[in-house]
């Protein structure tokens, strides 16, 4: 009953749902107390609302932007508090008393300043929003950016102003109740005082030099560091702050471009959800911004994902653009005909290029190129299962996407069958249950489904746990516990917490990266990974949620994976393991097989899941797979070769396109000197116009 209610009240746990039942409980004790009168309860009541009030704003709950949206904010809910203290009052005939009318002028005057407290802030946070936000871009260099202001003034400045009557508050319910009017007076003055001093503080930080330079000065300064730099290479990426998976994948095949690489970001979210890099990435909010930036030394843009914001950069006719996706899947997302847009499209293996032939959606033959999938090196081929450890099978489905197709993903019809057979299998296996991160977002269905799957995993984890067959080196996870706490220590060390960074403008200002710190968080991260699967038993089945550990990281320690249509499919196919995919849809294994190329070499399930001794007992006896050879003959075709490498590949494609965009440069620029220099010629032979007869001139008839 208490987890139907958290859901209802989109709380995240029982301590926040009892915070707001007692928030919104305490208001009307307030009045109770108030018309009474009460001077205890209404200070009790009063104690109550505030706390839990300041508890689901520590913890940054829904209901409090649900309170804002039907005109119950932070600021009217002080307000009611106010005005019921000063019922109070009246209701014990102290409406005669000075503290009645200095507790009404100091509200009045509380509230007169909330105005201007407000303005400041919001005027401190526009003049320190950059036109241009930069990681690993000198603009300290070239222009002067000031320190923000102390984190104290603007972080949860409202709630820090308004709590200010806490004083006046208390001084006046205390001067009620043993009548006398001077501490109530105090408390008024302590009030007043601190909120006036609240927004003097706030003056220096809205002029002169405690503000940085305005966007004309900004965006030269960018222009002039482009100019230094000569960026070849652009990877320009839009989407929402969920999507920011799809420019990180990214990121360690730009740092290893042979061409100078640029990111170009477009909106703020992403930027702050960016994985560390030591590719210099500029964001640029305004597509007139960006279309003034000098990207002249520009050759090859690639794009991550279709979307309407790419027209600002797709305009540039000297740079050639290219769609690199974010996955290769059988999904209609992969032959959008968005695609056509783009001088070429890359995709990972000969399948992506038959994908468009069979859509056509426009894309020509002749603008596919297979590259491969870089972002493929870690997953490690497998070898079987090691001696002594029991296997492991990875289920981790896509989402319900946006469209509501039943045979999106198998978590509503399939997922708890598929985890059912599997922790009940014998001989036994461990589960890794890793779902897609927007798992419910749309489905309400879809997240009930994955609650109730992530209940099964757990509890059949805690009944292994007390299971005398199933033993743990308690030896070796406690080592492997000390480790990672060693491990997160440092990290934190090294990347430190988001506030350090004080706001955008000192962000941009010192966001260039230590290549050295760099390296060592990457090789912590290795570290940690393997000290994460080492600190709980290989047989433990697991939940596994958030970034860490990656999809990746768990392919390599999985013998088998479960999973849906979708790129994660493909991606697993570079391991060589066994796989299964569901046809949720229930058109037939033959129809499935026909339509998505990724599963030709996997088991197919249908909703019932009875198909998964197939996968388990190729898992268990490699010898007698019958799939084996159709997975490598698979893999080449959708992944490509193995040789060359993909990075090798990559780096091909993109010197060759550059080629071709400096040859398109080169000949424009001469058919323009020639029309310029024939333009000229014309001029220069023209037939001039008549001239005036001058004087003593006939009309042309002979004299006499």
């Not at 990672?484 to 350090?500: F, M, P, V």
């Not at 706001?503 to 290549?515: I, K």
């Amino acid at each position: 009953m208490i987890s139907t209610a958290i859901r209802v009240a989109r709380v995240g746990s029982a301590a926040e749902l009892a915070a707001a039942i007692l928030m919104v409980a305490g208001f009307p004790a307030l009045m109770l107390a108030a018309l009474v009168p009460s001077v205890p309860a209404f200070a009790a009541a009063a104690a109550v609302t505030y706390l839990a009030d300041h508890y689901l704003h520590r913890k940054g709950s829904y209901l409090i932007n649900r309170l804002s949206k039907v005109r119950a904010g932070l600021s009217i809910r002080f307000l009611i508090r106010q005005l019921l203290l000063v019922l109070l009052l009246a209701r014990l005939s102290l409406a005669d008393n000075l503290i009645y009318y200095g507790a009404i002028a100091c509200f009045i005057a509380f509230y007169g300043l909330q105005a201007p407290h407000g303005a400041l802030v919001q005027l401190i946070r526009n003049r320190r929003r950059m036109p241009v936000a930069t990681r690993n871009v000198d603009l300290a260099s070239r222009i002067r950016i000031p320190d923000a202001p102390p984190r104290g003034l603007l972080h949860r400045s409202a709630e820090k102003m308004l709590h200010l009557d806490l004083f006046a508050v208390a001084g006046i319910l205390l001067a009620s109740q043993v009548k006398s009017a001077l501490v109530g007076f105090i408390g008024i003055g302590i009030t007043v005082a601190l909120a006036t001093l609240y927004v003097l503080a706030l003056v220096p930080y809205v002029r002169g030099r405690k503000i940085p330079p305005n966007a004309e000065k900004v965006l030269a300064a960018v222009d002039d560091w482009l100019a230094e730099y000569k960026p070849e290479t652009v990877l320009y990426f839009s989407g929402s702050k969920d999507s920011a998976y799809q420019v990180n994948m990214w990121l360690d095949t730009m740092e290893k471009l042979e061409s100078k690489p640029l990111i170009i970001l477009r909106e703020r979210a992403i930027l702050n959800s960016l994985a560390p890099t030591t590719v210099p990435v500029i964001c640029v909010p305004g597509g007139v911004h960006l279309m003034n930036l000098d990207l002249s030394t520009v050759r090859v843009a690639l794009y991550a994902a279709n979307v309407g914001k790419n027209i600002h950069l797709l305009r540039v006719p000297t740079i050639k653009h290219v769609f690199i996706g974010h996955g290769d899947s059988d999904k209609l997302a992969s032959v959008n005909p968005y695609s056509k847009v783009y001088d070429e499209v890359w995709t990972a293996g000969r399948a992506g290029r038959d994908r468009y032939a069979i859509a056509d959606v426009g894309v020509r033959d002749d603008d596919i190129v297979e590259v491969g999938r870089p972002q493929l090196a870690p997953i490690q081929t497998w070898q079987g299962v090691p001696e002594g450890r029991i296997p492991t099978v990875l289920y981790a489905p896509t989402w319900e996407g946006w469209d509501g197709n039943p045979g999106n993903t198998s978590v509503v019809l399939a997922g708890e069958n598929i985890v059912k057979q599997l922790v009940q299998a014998d001989p036994p296996v461990r589960v890794l249950y890793k779902p897609h991160p927007f798992t419910g977002n749309v489905s309400k269905e879809a997240g009930a489904a994955h609650r109730r799957i992530t209940a099964l995993v757990q509890q059949a984890a805690a009944e292994r746990a007390i299971n005398t067959r199933f033993i743990a080196d308690t030896a070796a996870q406690a080592q492997a516990k000390a480790e990672l706490e060693r491990i997160e220590a440092r990290l934190a060390q090294l990347t430190g917490s988001g506030g350090d960074r004080g706001d955008e403008a000192v962000a941009t200002r010192d966001g260039l990266v230590d290549v050295a710190r760099h390296e060592e968080v990457a090789r912590l991260r290795a570290e940690w990974n393997d000290a994460y699967w080492r600190s709980f038993p290989s047989w433990e089945h697991r939940v596994i949620t958030g970034a860490e550990p990656r999809l990746y990281d768990c392919f390599n320690v999985s013998d088998a994976m479960v999973s849906d249509i979708s790129s994660v499919v493909s991606d697993f196919l570079a391991s060589g393991k066994p796989y299964a995919v569901t046809d949720s849809a229930e058109v037939g294994v033959e129809e499935f097989k026909r339509n998505n190329t990724a599963v030709r070499a996997a088991v197919i399930l249908s909703n019932s899941a009875s198909e998964l001794g197939e996968l388990l007992g190729a898992v268990r006896a490699p010898d007698a797979d019958r799939l084996a050879e159709d997975r490598k003959e698979l893999k080449q075709y959708l992944l490509g070769p193995d040789e060359p490498t993909s990075l090798e590949q990559f780096n091909t494609a993109v010197a060759n396109l550059a080629v071709k965009a400096e040859t398109r440069n080169v000949g424009q620029q001469s058919r323009d000197e020639a029309a310029l220099a024939e333009s000229e010629a014309e001029l220069a032979n023209a037939v001039p116009g008549q001239r005036m007869p001058a004087a003593g001139d006939t009309d042309g008839v002979g004299a006499g």
